[in-house]
């Protein structure tokens, strides 16, 4: 259930406040006697609990108007999401190096892995109505989650990964790869697209990554590329050339299979080449949502008259008080 205007359940507060300052009006109306005795057959009197019922069906009735100008309503809600016709795989690296603390975020060193995870689920978050997967590599290439919709479970998913989640002693592009196409390979949207991102070049696996392109460019996947890691801050490192990415490899996988290389330095670089994919990869989606009202606020307003009507009748019946 929920209110079409729920501010003005904060009305509810003043009844309280208001029976406060009612019962500080003053001393109640009395007669005056000028003896006792003409009211001694009254001695033996209970006071009468009407004024009390006939008070709680005044305020009662005061509570059931102001939920009702509440509009209290049940809410029934539809939506129908059509995919834009663009299924992702992401191909992510999950080799040793990507460890390395070469990219700065806020002032402080972050590693690879951990903006790449972080720049893809922003990415997927702004894309509700593409079929994305998840493929993660080292040694060898695992299947993340499958091609999906449901992108809370994909999230979950991404989050639970980190470096040493599975063998991670070499790099194996070409299996990546391989695993990512076989995942688009039976889908029949109008567009299918592969994100790899390494920070190295292929030395394990059993295809190479050359290979998986041309299949790629055979079944018409389009892979764009990135590579990851800041040259500069290697080098300051002291780290071997082999925890920089494989350009020359990267990008004819790219020029292959009608895709683009990008090269990522700083995190800043990162974001933006996730912003020039999502404006690269974009067609409209068609949603309808339908959204169905059932009102109740007649329910609270109709009780509310009756119980105030209730009030009136006992108050002139049986519950009458004199003049």
Known sequence: MT??????????????????LKGRRGSPPAFVYSSVKLVA???????SRAGSVLVALRWLALAALIVGLAQPRLMR?????????IDICVALDLSGSMNTGDYLLGGRQISRFHIARAVLK???????NDRIGLVVFAVDAFIASPMT?????????????DIGAINSQRTAIGDGLTTALNRLR???????????MTDGGNNSGRVDPIVAAKAA?????????IGLGNAEIVQQMGLPPDYLPDTDTLQQIARLTGGKFYRANNAEELKEIYTEIDKLEKTEAVINKYTQFTELFPWFVWGGLTVLLMELALGQTIFRRLP
């Open 3 to 20: 209110f079409a205007h729920p501010f003005l359940l904060l009305l509810l507060l003043l009844l309280p406040l208001a029976a406060w």
């Open 41 to 47: 057959g009254l001695s033996g009197a209970k006071r």
């Open 77 to 85: 809600s539809t939506t129908e999401v059509k995919a834009s016709g």
């Open 122 to 128: 922003k990415f997927i978050e702004g894309r509700p």
């Open 149 to 161: 919709l449901d992108h809370d479970f994909l999230i979950e998913n991404l989050e639970r990964l």
């Open 186 to 196: 039976d889908v029949k949207a109008k567009s299918k697209i592969i994100v790899l």
């Open 217 to 225: 460019q055979a079944l018409g996947v389009k892979i764009y590329t």
